[in-house]
């Protein structure tokens, strides 16, 4: 756990939710470098009371596993300590639906954790901060946190990036080749089964592919079974996904601080500056490319109706749940 003295400044790395399950496997990815390159990262494993001491065993684990570049764990249950100085927060952590709760209890129940959260890290956290908010209902918690942080625009994320990483394995899959043969892939709006997974400028090894896909296929199988893959996972493997949630969170934030190629984007979740109509202020997925660290979202990409017709449909839902959580006061 220590480093040489010639190894440059740590980062510190906050990620809520520490005991959960996406956590178990996203802090050894982050442990063993997947997101920050050779960077020596300070965690900070941020939980709730009755969680911390679960937390405190993921912690021994990780001390246990000696990694090179973990310079210091911090096991918390005071936010703001648990946001000190972060440079990178993971918002894992989230209220879960509970038995006969209503979608709007679960958004207004969200947004009671998200909102001071927000406060705590504009008030604790870098300047600099790059937040990633993965617990559900994400696009809207991060529009929360979003408000009540007052960073600047694309410094709070949702995470789209598992929609993005799910289209682009049916699709090689479909196509017979590997995931990096394809690229921009765009998922546009929630994260929900209203998302919409977009292959109109899909490219495989840098050539448009899209009007090799059969347009059924496409409307009947593929988008709908990216969208409702969460549920699938479940029905499978008896347990939500949680690696594969936690791979596409390290890959969202190593692109985030690495770059993404030129010649690609991904898919991110943030407030709309109003691109391709989609409303201000409204937290949507769009197709990203991270430049000298922050997120631009690609811009000239030619829509046509039926591409429209499904963007206004989740941008409907998105805007549903603003609705929401503003007539609750929150936003
Ligand atoms: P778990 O229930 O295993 O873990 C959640 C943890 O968060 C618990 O240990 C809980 O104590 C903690 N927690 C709750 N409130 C907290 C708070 N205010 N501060 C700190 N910690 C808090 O859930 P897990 O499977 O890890 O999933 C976490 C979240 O990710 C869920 O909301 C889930 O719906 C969401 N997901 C989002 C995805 C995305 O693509 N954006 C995909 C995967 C996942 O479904």
């Given at each position: 756990m220590s480093t040489s003295p010639t190894s440059p400044a740590p980062l510190t790395v906050t990620v809520t939710g520490a005991a959960g399950q996406i956590a178990y496997s996203l802090l050894f990815r982050i442990a063993a470098g997947d997101a920050f390159g050779e960077r020596p990262v300070a965690l900070r494993l941020l939980e709730i009371p009755a969680a911390r001491r679960a937390a405190e065993g993921v912690a021994m684990e990780l001390s246990d596993s000696a990694f090179p570049l973990v310079q210091s764990i911090t096991v918390t249950d005071d936010q703001d300590e648990g946001f000190a100085g972060a440079d990178a927060v993971f918002l894992v952590g989230a209220k879960p639906r509970g038995k006969g709760e209503e979608r709007s209890d679960l958004l207004i129940g969200n947004g009671r954790i998200f909102g001071p959260q927000g406060r705590s890290i504009a008030a604790n956290a870098s300047p600099d901060v790059r937040v990633l908010v993965v617990g559900n209902p994400a696009n809207t918690n991060a529009a929360i946190l979003d408000a009540h942080a007052g960073l600047d625009a694309g410094q709070v994320t949702a995470m789209t990036r598992l929609d993005h990483n799910r289209s682009l394995a049916q699709l090689a899959d479909k196509l017979g080749v590997t995931t990096t043969r394809l690229t921009s892939m765009t998922v546009w709006g929630n994260h929900s089964t209203t998302q919409f997974p977009d292959v109109a400028e899909l490219r495989l090894d840098g050539k448009p592919v899209a009007d090799s896909l059969d347009s059924s296929w496409v409307d009947e199988e593929f988008i709908p079974r990216v969208a409702k893959r969460g549920g699938e996972i479940i029905e499978v493997r008896?347990?939500?996904?949680?690696?594969?949630?936690?791979?596409?969170?390290?890959?969202?934030?190593?692109?985030?601080?690495?770059?993404?190629?030129?010649?690609?984007?991904?898919?991110?979740?943030?407030?709309?500056?109003?691109?391709?109509?989609?409303?201000?202020?409204?937290?949507?997925?769009?197709?990203?490319?991270?430049?000298?660290?922050?997120?631009?979202?690609?811009?000239?990409?030619?829509?046509?109706?039926?591409?429209?017709?499904?963007?206004?449909?989740?941008?409907?839902?998105l805007e549903s749940e603003r609705d929401t959580v503003r007539e609750a006061g929150m936003l």
């Open positions: 008896g347990s939500s996904s949680a690696a594969s949630a936690a791979s596409s969170a390290v890959d969202h934030m190593r692109d985030w601080f690495q770059g993404t190629p030129a010649d690609d984007w991904v898919s991110v979740a943030l407030r709309s500056d109003g691109s391709y109509g989609i409303p201000e202020g409204l937290f949507a997925s769009f197709p990203c490319r991270s430049v000298d660290g922050t997120w631009e979202i690609v811009q000239g990409l030619e829509l046509d109706e039926r591409q429209q017709e499904r963007i206004r449909a989740t941008v409907a839902e």
